[in-house]
């Protein structure tokens, strides 16, 4: 595609990955044909969405010389794990810093142990400081270190997704399926500003919607308006990753459709919704999917397909964004 030729990038990702029917679940479930988009098959260090975000993220660092990248989430965090192992291939050391006290070495932690990274504990609120006390003493030390933003959802890792609506759109046309209604997690919200910015930059008619995975940003903002300022932010980052591709659009807070009616009871508590749609999905399907952001959205999906939220989509689209590397650190929680 000529609009991402002057981006740097690395190819970290196998691609495309696989657009497949779910025949069985799409038989029970009560919505129309429901198909699956695999990006837990994009293959770095088990997979996930935000593959796509680094092979944009990590051409860019190498191409200005660092030799470090730092990056922040949650301790099951599946993005500092693929940034892990990005940082690996590419031959850059990797501090990631968690939020919460430290925990035992389960799931995407001990796969960041595994795969090289540093890994720093702070409180949750304090994550970004940390970053950039870090690389202050890094840069004090001698090394050259990028800050990745938690999710890696700037405009650079937004594109990652502005390609991966291309990529879908192919093949959508490929198998004649229809404009379908597309559903997917959201949360640092660099994934969604990129599929809905592609979606216009090629033409996507279908309808799109996010399933909100934690509480929106700035909860604690008084006047309460914390989910506009969340949109205005993804429309934001939308708008500047459009500035990156030369493309000449502009997304507005009302371009963006997320659901905030499914976040239980916060961000990674596993319950009955997440328990249900994880083994419904792995039992009709062999597929699985992941209990903080895939396994709450399916759940989503399939509890708006029973209110008949799809009545009129010619389709529905689940695209998995890979997180089943979390599973065993759910153990207790999914039994
Ligand atoms: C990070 C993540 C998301 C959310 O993507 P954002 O771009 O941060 O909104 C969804 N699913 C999984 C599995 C993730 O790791």
Excluded at 77 to 100: E, F, P, Y
Excluded at 271 to 298: H, K, Q
Aim: proline fraction near 6%; glycine fraction near 12%; hydrophobic fraction near 45%.
């Amino acid at each position: 595609m000529q609009i991402f030729d002057k981006l740097p990038r690395m190819a970290l990702a196998h691609l495309p990955t696989p657009m497949m029917p779910l025949p069985r679940l799409s038989h029970e479930y009560g919505g129309p044909p429901l198909w699956i988009k695999r990006d837990d098959l994009t293959g770095l260090a088990t997979g996930g969405n935000k593959t796509r975000k680094l092979e944009f993220l990590i051409a860019d660092a190498v191409g200005r010389g660092c030799d470090t990248v730092i990056t922040a989430g949650g301790p099951q965090s599946n993005h500092c794990r693929q940034t892990a192992a990005a940082a690996a291939i590419a031959g850059l050391d990797c501090h990631v810093v968690l939020g919460g006290d430290p925990q035992p070495p389960v799931g995407n932690l001990l796969l960041d142990e595994l795969l090289g990274a540093t890994v720093h504990w702070t409180p949750k609120p304090n994550r970004n400081a940390r970053m950039w006390e870090l690389a202050n003493e890094l840069a004090a030390a001698g090394r050259r270190p990028d800050v990745i933003p938690v999710g890696g959802s700037n405009a650079l890792g937004a594109v990652g997704y502005v390609a991966a609506m291309f990529e879908l759109v192919d093949q959508l046309r490929a198998t004649g399926a229809a404009g379908p209604h597309i559903v997917f997690p959201t949360s640092s919200g660099g994934t969604q500003a990129g599929i809905v910015l592609g979606a216009r930059l090629a033409g996507y008619e279908g309808r799109i919607t996010a399933i909100s995975i934690d509480q929106v940003p700035d909860e604690q903002i008084p006047d309460n308006r914390a989910d506009e300022r969340f949109l205005a932010q993804v429309a934001g980052v939308a708008n500047d990753a459009a500035g990156r591709l030369g493309a000449d659009v502009s997304l507005a807070a009302g371009d963006f459709v997320v659901n905030y009616d499914y976040l239980g009871a916060g961000y990674g508590v596993v319950g009955a919704l997440e328990r249900d749609a994880i083994r419904r999905l792995a039992r009709a399907e062999g597929i699985l999917v992941g209990p903080v952001y895939s396994g709450r959205a399916l759940g989503a999906l399939l509890d708006l397909a029973a209110q008949g939220y799809f009545a009129d989509d010619p389709a529905v689209l689940f695209w998995h964004t890979g997180d089943e590397s979390a599973l065993h650190a759910y153990a207790h929680d999914l039994a």
